[in-house]
């Protein structure tokens, strides 16, 4: 293979409402919380077992906006991005890293409380509407 892919996507639950700052260039970026479930039955002991993985994301621009006016805590929602890791030094001298989900598509699948589909934000085109369905459903993306 001679190329790459840097490539995420995930359909879960807003921990917290978004994070929303404005930086210095006057852009607005957006700090989400996302956490994505699994659970299987324990073969030896028959019992089901749950696990909840939490990931940080980060979305610019236009989606930040979007995802600060109609985004709560609770709400299902359909990410796509990149991974990306930043490496800073804490005030207490310690170097740290961080890696995140760098949003470049939205879909708001339900809001908290609600059952239904909501809208639909993004960066570039939009995919086949039928994405997150197959997603849900099997996991096929194409």
Excluded at 33 to 55: I, L
Excluded at 100 to 127: C, N
Aim: with cysteine.
């Amino acid at each position: 293979m001679t190329g790459t892919l840097n490539k995420a996507m995930l359909i879960g639950h807003l921990g917290h409402n978004p994070e929303i700052r404005t930086m210095t260039n006057g852009d607005c970026v957006a700090h989400l919380s996302v956490a994505t479930s699994e659970n299987w039955k324990n073969k030896s002991a028959g019992a089901r077992r749950d696990a909840t993985e939490w990931h940080r994301v980060v979305l610019y621009k236009r989606l930040a906006e979007i995802a600060g006016q109609h985004l709560k805590k609770g709400a299902l929602v359909y990410i796509e991005g990149h991974l990306q890791t930043r490496k800073w030094t804490g005030k207490d001298g310690f170097e740290r890293h961080s890696t995140e989900i760098v949003g470049s598509e939205l879909r708001m699948l339900h809001r908290a409380g609600e059952q239904r589909v909501g809208f639909a934000a993004h960066e570039d085109p939009l995919p086949d509407r039928d994405l997150v369905r197959r997603v849900i459903a099997n996991g096929v993306t194409s």
